[in-house]
Each structure stands twice: as C-alpha cells, then as structure tokens.
C-alpha cells in the first residue's frame, strides 16, 4: 500500500535575502553620494579673504584658547589626586642612649716648686791649733801686744812680712819648744816701737798652726791661745 503522506516543502528564502543586500548596498551607495556632494560644495566655496596683517598676527581666539588649554592642563596637573602616596620616612626608633656622665677631667695639682735653700758658702776657717800642745805657759791672742797681733795676722794671710829674715827657719836650739823636725818652725819679727832694730820680740810658728811669744829674744815662750 503506498503512502501517500506529503512532505510539507519549506519556504524558499534567497529571495528575501537577496532583497535585503540589495537594500543595505542602496543604502552605502545613498551615503556615498551624500558624502561626495557634500565635499565638492565645500571645495567650491571660496575662502574669505583675510587681510594680509590679520594672517601675520594670531589670531585671539587661538591665543585664548591656546591659553585655556594651558590653564586646563595645568589645573589638571594640579587638581589631579596624586595616587602615588609620598611615603613618610619610617620612624625609625633611635636607640636613645642613657645618660653616660662624661667624667669630669679631675684637677691635677701643678706641684709647687720646692725652694731649695742654697747652702750658704761656708767660710773655711784656718785650723785651729790644740788649745794646748806644749807644757808652756798659755797666753790668749786678746793679751798679746798689738804689734804681736798684727804679726799673727801677717802669718795668716801669707805677708807681706817687715823684715827679710821673717820666716826663715828657727832652729830651737834652746830646746825650750817641743821637739820637732828641723825646718818645722819658723820666726816672724814683733816690731817694739822706738826700737831701731828688731827688737827682742818673735813669734814662732809650726807647721801644724801652733803659734809661740817671746818677748825676750827665745829666753822664754809662752805659747798662743786663740
């Protein structure tokens, strides 16, 4: 048995889309004329002539709006938020020292300079003779004459001495002073005023410093006590 069920066909749509290319290639076209008229009515129109000075000088408008520009950039500049956050410098914690007390430089006494007493120079004294050498009579340097005195001083200071004879040797013969060496002693001249020679006075001296009177040409001494 046949089947006679027939296939519904579809409906055919190319035509219904070559319709709408031919509308939207119209419509490009349409557009593309009305760009070229509205060009060559442009080019047509002849420019206002301007005059040669106005063209050297700029022109106001441009200057004022050169010059809002600026301001406009430059108050975007200005008022525009600065995103980038300028970091604060970290406070960084300073280890805060203690107090370390400078010591204070301790004073340190200039010593003094010490006076130290210059020794005074001594005065080297003649040696004194044994307040007693011999078994003579003493007699002190105060008591003698002063012409004996200043025989003694004579001897001190090494002369000059009166007479030519003063400090030549004396012999002892009369062995009245203690024994000694020949040349041990030696004689001075005691001046006796009104005397025309020597006279009879003497002292007699030994070299250890012992001093001897006479005032009786070495009949008799005494011996010195100074």
Known sequence: MANNTQTPQQPNRRPLITIGIVIILGLIALALWQSGSQNSGTASTEPSATPVAAQDQPAASDTSDSKEADAADTSSDSSAPDDTDTPEPSETDTPVSEDTATPEPTETATPEPTETATPEPTDTATPEPPQQVSNLSPIAYEDLPREAQDTIELIDEGGPF?????????????????????????????????????????????????????????????????
């Open 162 to 226: 009166p007479y030519d004879k003063d400090g030549t040797t004396f012999q002892n013969r009369e062995g009245i002073l203690p024994d000694a060496p020949e040349g041990y002693y030696s004689e001075y001249t005691v001046i006796t005023p009104g005397s025309d020679d020597r006279g009879a006075r003497r002292i007699v001296a030994g070299e250890d410093g012992e001093l001897y009177y006479t005032d009786d040409h070495y009949a008799s001494f005494e011996e010195v006590i100074r």
